[in-house]
């Protein structure tokens, strides 16, 4: 094969994300902390995942759409940095009908670039090593079948050697996961380019979701209609390409319909308009060319699914604020304390792009405050902020759900944006968490099944019993010296073992004042924030 087209690369970056699927839980166990510390293999599927659900066209075209798909589709630190590889790519793809092996290794070398621009301190041993080294290794190929043979036996040098970049993965005993899943995608990729392609499930494993049928009966009335969603890809035998103008379709959808969304990337246009009539919009579309996708959703249904929320969502205000969190006390707490959005994840069930900018789009403030209370969703959560230009974002670090909860009650929504974000990052600089959760597998600080005590990514101290690794944890994190302290009690910690270790906590540490919140968080039997 002496160019790539755009079906080929389709083929081959579905074949990565095939491999990457038969693969994906033994990546998520090559986690370097003993307890589950995210599923590195199920972000990457997803992220993947999303990019390969379009038709294939000209190269460009191609590459740009499984972009957009991975941007939006992107799940945690690894699924944010791989869907910035294939931008990088796509960008140095772009306008092209094929691409020989030199246009090719160029775009190879701006998914680099890309990768890195996406981290804001860039750490060597990590999947950003083992792509650069790979890509490095493989230019000056003599063919598409040598530069995948070199990329991949490259990559896998690479990841070898992460644990002498890394010390937590050596002490881990384990390989970077994310470099991992980068190296199934390219051997994916490879098998692809060589005709053995693996096909990819006929869907994702995300749950279906569940329609409440009894919101509209025989007797209901379409109020609020239908939200219609769709890429169109424009025809050269319906269209001049060249000289099309799409403001002709746009207005034409604005008379048509409300709260249109409505952009056109190179061939490609993306709608989202409200309309009672789905069907009179797709036929009018149809006319200029054919259906990617296509949604259609009934509001009433989402309406009523919604309601419980209403009195959180106030539409024009100056500030919004959304959180992410999970276990349903917790998630109410925060809404109950000022959250307008509330989204659902966590550790291990990392929320992507497209959820955050869809609770933007519902809370409609000038100013948006992100709460992403976990590390592995700080990079989603900026990367939604930078895609969105309807208001003002701004991400604040918080990195569990302590801080998150911290941050909340602490806001004061009388200063400027400016002012809320110094003052709480500030004080945040000034708070300790403390996390107890079980361990998964065997480690030098305990056995598989015991309580591990830890703050930031460093265990503290285990035991076999929940509540003595909480006592132990508070106090190798000097929590008498510490004014205000608060615990988190877990979905697994029943409510008399908390208030008991509550209590003794208080009679351990006199002077700091103790209070105690029913957080039902997974993962974490116990969080507690000293401040």
Not at 67 to 72: K, R
Not at 95 to 110: G, N, Q, T, V, W
Not at 520 to 531: A, K, S
């Amino acid at each position: 094969m002496e160019t790539l087209d755009g079906k080929r690369y389709l083929t081959m970056v579905s074949s990565g994300a095939a491999w990457l699927n038969a693969q994906r839980q033994l990546i998520n166990e090559l986690n370097v902390f003993p307890i589950p510390d995210g599923d590195t293999g199920d972000n990457m599927y997803m992220t993947i995942e999303a990019g390969c659900r379009v038709s294939p066209g000209p190269l460009g075209v191609t590459t740009a759409a499984v972009s957009q798909g991975m941007l939006t589709g992107a799940r945690g630190n690894s699924g944010v940095i791989l869907s910035r590889i294939f931008a990088g790519i796509a960008q140095g793809l772009a306008d092209l009908e094929e691409a020989d092996l030199p246009a090719f290794e160029k775009a190879m070398a701006s998914g680099v670039e890309a990768s890195y621009k996406a981290v804001a301190q860039p750490v060597e041993g990590t999947m950003l090593t083992v792509f650069r080294e790979g890509v490095a290794a493989a230019a000056g190929s003599a063919s598409f079948d040598a530069y995948f043979d070199r990329l991949c036996a490259a990559m896998d040098t690479s990841l070898q050697h992460t644990p002498e970049l890394l010390d937590v993965l050596k002490k881990a005993g384990v390989v970077d996961s994310g470099g991992a899943g980068l190296l199934q995608i390219a051997e994916g990729m490879r098998a692809g380019l060589h005709g053995e392609a693996t096909a990819l499930p006929e869907s994702s494993n995300a749950p279906a979701q569940q329609v409440d049928l009894s919101a509209f009966t025989e007797d209901s009335v379409l109020e609020f209609g239908y939200c219609t969603e769709f890429l169109l890809r424009l025809q050269r035998s319906k269209v001049d390409l060249d000289h099309f103008d799409e403001s002709v379709l746009s207005d034409w959808l604005a008379a048509h319909g409300e709260s249109l969304v409505f952009f056109r990337d190179g061939s490609i246009v993306k709608v989202h308009v409200h309309t009672p009539t789905p069907g009179e919009i797709l036929n009018h579309c149809q006319q200029y060319g054919e259906y990617l996708t296509v949604k259609i959703e009934n509001m009433t249904l989402q309406h009523h699914e919604n309601r419980m929320d209403e009195r959180y969502r106030t539409k024009g205000k100056a500030l919004g604020v959304v959180a992410v969190a999970a276990g349903g006390p917790l998630q109410e707490a925060f809404r109950e304390m000022g959250a307008d959005a509330v989204i659902e994840g966590g550790q291990t069930m990392n929320p992507p792009v497209q959820a955050f900018l869809d609770a933007f789009d519902r809370i409609g403030a000038e100013s948006i405050l992100v709460l992403p209370n976990n590390g592995n969703i700080l990079l989603t959560a900026r990367q939604a902020a930078a895609m969105y230009d309807k208001a003002r974002i701004e991400v604040l670090p918080t990195r569990n759900l302590g801080e998150g909860y911290f941050a909340l009650a602490n806001l004061d929504t009388s200063e400027t944006v400016d002012e809320i974000v110094a003052e709480l990052n500030e004080a945040l600089e000034g708070c300790v968490t403390g996390m107890v959760s079980r361990a998964i597998r065997d480690s030098q600080a305990g056995h598989s099944g015991d309580y591990l005590g830890f703050s930031d990514k460093d265990i503290l101290c285990g035991s076999p019993e929940r509540r003595q690794a909480l006592l132990d944890l508070a106090e190798r994190l000097n929590a008498g010296s510490q004014d205000i302290a608060l615990l988190l009690t877990g979905a697994d910690v029943p409510a008399d073992e908390a208030e008991a270790v509550t209590e003794t906590l208080t009679r351990q540490f006199p002077r700091t004042e103790f209070s105690q919140i029913t957080g039902g968080q997974p993962v974490y039997d116990y969080i507690l924030l000293l401040c």
